[in-house]
């Protein structure tokens, strides 16, 4: 969260193209390769949309979508996330069934093991409705971000362990070389937050050789290598964040309360729908469906698009 500031703010590089004119869509995805595990009891309860979606995807998008605050401190950072709070489009009954999706996982294989499906968890109810896994297309109104869709996807029993964000670039508008625009990735930038933080900027690149041909290369930067200094971890961060009173980070009521007015008619839409989450198999992305609901838009998840060796 602090590099993304840090990105954002401390760089001028990006300002003039972090806007609809230049920006195609953002994902945001935070995967667990892990199950329930001893957390069932609460977890039945809760479920990914309340356990994740509502505060961890939420204060990425507003990292990322936020206008610039007048400082770092505290009240002006979280000013600028409320107000990306207050512009999120609500979802309607009809909007809600198309633009969200809503996973359970059976059983499959990571890492090569084999791990039962979240029914046949120890102590779980056969047949819990419960959502393991959710994934979303949400909409900013707001001059900045009119028209750019946001993909939020969170799920457990998924195929990695990762939190990243994806900025994905326009297409080209018209190709010079002997290759048609479809040919060429957009570029993009991906912000790498777990496991090991670091940035990537895809760009388009001649291959050696005579020929005229563009394939995809990255530049990337490990914060590790870079820094060489071990990384504190998260809760470590967080227990030093408190005595310190440095607040910047940590949502403030105001926040909490617009998250949850969003998300509420979500919840109470699923209660109310007597249809269960999609199944989908340990060990891959996600249901088929969380595909087609960004395949509408005739655009695709960042490990579906990555180009072939």
């Not at 703010?9 to 609809?20: A, D, H, K, Q, T």
């Not at 707001?142 to 028209?147: D, E, I, L, V």
């Not at 989450?277 to 990555?306: C, F, K």
């Amino acid at each position: 969260m602090q590099n993304l500031l840090a990105l954002r703010f401390g760089n001028v590089l990006f300002e003039p193209l972090w806007r609809r004119e230049w920006i195609s869509d953002v994902q945001i995805t935070i995967a667990e390769k892990i199950g329930v595990g001893n957390r069932l009891g609460y977890y039945d309860n809760s479920g990914a949309l309340r356990d994740m979606l509502q505060n961890h995807l939420l204060q990425l998008l507003c990292i990322v979508a936020m206008e610039p605050p007048t400082s770092i401190s505290p009240d002006a950072v979280r000013d600028a996330k409320l107000q990306v709070l207050r512009s999120l489009k609500r979802f309607t009954p009809t909007t809600l069934s198309q633009n969200i999706v809503r996973g359970q996982y059976r059983g499959g294989y990571v890492d090569g093991q084999a791990v039962p499906s979240y029914r046949d968890e120890p102590d779980a109810p056969k047949s819990s409705k419960t959502e393991t896994f959710v994934a979303m297309k949400a909409e900013v109104d707001t001059w900045r971000w009119a028209g750019v869709p946001f993909y939020l996807r969170t799920g457990k029993r998924m195929a990695d362990r990762l939190a990243e964000i994806v900025v994905r670039f326009k297409q080209i508008p018209h190709s010079i070389f002997n290759q048609p625009t479809s040919s060429f990735q957009p570029n993009s930038l991906v912000i790498r937050l777990q496991p090991d933080e670091g940035l990537s900027l895809n760009l388009m690149a001649k291959t050696p050789g005579d020929s005229m041909r563009l394939k995809q290369a990255e530049l990337e930067l490990d914060f590790r290598e870079q820094f060489k200094a071990p990384r504190m971890e998260a809760y470590e961060r967080l227990l030093l964040d408190v005595l310190r009173g440095q607040l910047t980070l940590f949502m403030r009521g105001d926040e909490l309360e617009a998250a949850w007015e969003w998300v509420e008619p979500i919840l109470e839409h699923w209660e109310q729908d007597d249809s269960a989450p999609v199944p989908y198999a340990s060990g891959t992305w996600g249901p088929a469906s969380s595909s087609a609901l960004i395949g509408r838009d005739g655009l695709q998840w960042r490990e579906e698009a990555l180009p072939e060796d």
